[in-house]
């Protein structure tokens, strides 16, 4: 009886120590989420940071490249809805998978009106976890105020379902 009463104790104790440091239930996808905030990235100018800046906000975050002509499109709905939506707390970040310099002239070619980060194999990679199986570009992420996935969609937007999905979020938040 004292051994099933230690046993029950210990995993007690286990789980409110998960629970303490945020384990606990933690899926796969905040895992990624979290990641995402916390992981390095480099700014257009060099510079080291992290989305945790921007914690507190709905996060659209849009993997993309200058090469890839679904990601050229979608760029200057993105540009609209930053302005639109900048009231609201929404932050639209770019994660360019590409060089600096090309990135630097295509944001000021297009008036990119939000930051863009430089993400590498590791941004990749971090949005596969979040839901990119297959690792296409473009891929943008919406992430709730709380910093978890809201959702994860795969390929070009539309104006239309870009708007569904923000007031969807916006409707939750």
């Known amino acids: 009886m004292a051994a099933a009463v230690g046993a029950v104790a210990a995993t007690a104790g286990y789980g409110a120590h998960l629970w303490r440091i945020g384990s606990l239930g ?72 590409d060089q600096a310099d090309k990135v630097g002239d295509f ?23 979040a839901g990119n199986k297959a690792g296409v570009l473009p891929y943008t992420l919406i992430l709730d105020r709380s910093g978890a996935i809201a959702a994860s969609l795969v390929g070009e937007l539309t104006e239309t379902r870009l708007r569904n999905q923000l007031q969807v979020v916006l409707a939750g938040a």
Do not use: H, M
């Open 26 to 97: 933690a899926s796969p996808a905040d895992d990624a989420a979290r990641a995402i905030l916390e992981g390095p990235l480099t700014t257009l100018d060099g510079v080291t940071r992290t989305l945790e800046d921007f914690r507190g906000q709905i996060l659209i975050i849009n993997y993309w490249a200058t090469w890839c002509a679904p990601c050229r499109e979608e760029i200057p709905l993105f540009v609209r809805f930053q302005q639109e939506y900048a009231s609201n707390g929404v932050q639209f970040i770019g994660i360019a998978v």
């Open 107 to 129: 944001a000021r070619e297009f008036r990119i009106n939000y930051p863009l980060f430089i993400g590498g194999i590791d941004a990749v990679e971090l949005s596969r976890k």
